[in-house]
């Protein structure tokens, strides 16, 4: 079941988990972008339209609700897969209230990252 | 409930039909066969009521189905009634029951939720993920009054009717029993971290100290104790402040024994402990006015160092099984000599020999610690010496005539005479190898090669203890790199003021002696 070449953007503040991301989701025809915080993020989205965002919702510099906002500010079409390991369960509902398209919880299996990928590319 | 008022209505219809019975006589047939008709069809409903009421009835919990605006539309239940029904009405808002059970942050994300879950632009599957209400914590009144917490799991399913969602499938489980063991599963992991948290603590105690502590401290619990229970504290009045100081002060002096024994002990965790309770006290006894609900804090403190010290004396029985094993097992022998037997087995195995360690007799118990690691010293490196150097391949040792397996002799060289440890090695390997000692001893400078011919054996035999001296050719970690003869000699020698000798006979054996003087290396200095 091959997809068609996406431009997928990968931000979180761990090196590992972009590393895990990317060896996951992405196939040889994709271009792929990273980003370790929302800062840097939003800076790559002006250049580069992503059509898949994956984000932590926990990071450093600028905290992940404002920069998803700003992501689907530049790029409306963007789909975005929030990835978080978070308790707190406001913030997860806010994440949806402000347009993420999926939902992640921290630790994940490979098999739930690209269900949850398949899941967000097909609509 | 909505069904039973339905059949009512179909029964109230032949009413009016009745009254006009004279004027309307033509339509009398019709009105009964009508009333027929709703009769049958009340009995049908009756029957479908009585099936979805069995079918409700195995239902755990609460099932609602709420419209855009969360209204509340149909409910069945058989438990949780007290939750969702206010002075015996049913609240007509799902809004209006979480305002009751929620805190306002989670009332706002709540009210957030029921929003996305009706917002046909957010995909069920990604807002069922972020089911805020998954366990939520409630208190609940019981029909006698009596409150307790509750743990409610809330889920929701979207009802599609024309393409677009109508309304929202919810319900509500009481699931207090599973969360409560979840939570004590909890506890009980924190207890273990706690508990070895505390072994690591008293490690270094000894155990007959230890049992002292245990002790005191018990009895200095029990004297608090009785001075916070002995009046009643919840009737205090201002009169009584004095007296309520007064079992203050004796509290402090109890409090502070235990402090004081347990940084004795190094006990850090109850000396931190009992200093924590300790200011808990003093901020009590310089506070104004004196209650009650003051000195209940102090019984909880309490209880908590109490269920410390119970851990200690738990682990205190179980530390002492672990100690008799001990025990029981160096009676057996000299646990050097087995780990010596151990580190050989090793080695053999590793460098494809084969070999068995004889100590009959040999015995280090009796030996002061620092002297008897320096022996530990010394029988690893001849150990390892031995193994790599002096021992033979099997199959040499059988061209050879000699035995397959090798031995290593460690015996004592006893002396009545002196308070001196004295003891041997012996291998019977291939022996030193004077001409390569020599060759090397040349090579490495040590040796001037005008003299060659001069040195004997005996002098060549020390050449093996000089720093960096080695006849092998590669160094591994069992030998090569030539400093472990030179730490025997720092050991024995430069230290304890020791002797060593060597003998050797090509082919036959190599065999070091020690002499390891009962007094120290810088006595052993000064006296000469």
Redesign the interface.
Known sequence: MKRAPKRILVVDDSDLIRRTIRRTVATPEDTIETASNGVDALKAVVHFDAELVTMDISMPLMDGLTCLEGLLKIRPNARILVISALKDKPTAVEAVKRGAHGFLLKPFSTEALNFEISELLLN | MGLVGLALLAGGLILPARSARRALASRLEATELENARAGARAKQLESERRESEVVLSSVRGHLMVIDPSYHIERCYSNELDNVFHQDGRVSENLLNVLQRILSE??F??SR??L??LFDPS??E???L????LDEVEVDVMSADGVPSLRYIHFSFRRIIEAGAISRVLVTAEDVTERATLERHLRDSENQKVRQFELLIGILHVDPEALDGFVQLANEQLAAIDQALKASDFSSATSGQTALLRQRLDLVLQRIHNIKGNASLLRLEHFDQKANEFEQKVCDLKHRGALGGDDFLMLVIALADFRSDLDSLQILRVKLAGIQRAVEIRETVGDDLVTAIRDLAATIAKKLGKEVRIDAHGFDTRGLPADRRLIVKDVLIQLIRNSLAHGIESPDQREAAGKPRLATIDIHPLPDDASDDFAFSVRDDGRGLDAAKIRQRAIESGLLAGSRVEEVDDSEIASFIFAPGFTTSDQATTDAGRGMGMNIVKDRIVDRCGGEITVNSEVGRFCEFAFVLPAKSATLAAAAR
């Not at chain 2, 993920?129 to 805020?132: F, G, L, T």
């Open positions: 942050r989670m706002k994300t957030d939720y929003a996305l957010k995909k599957r990604t807002v993920k972020v089911n805020p």
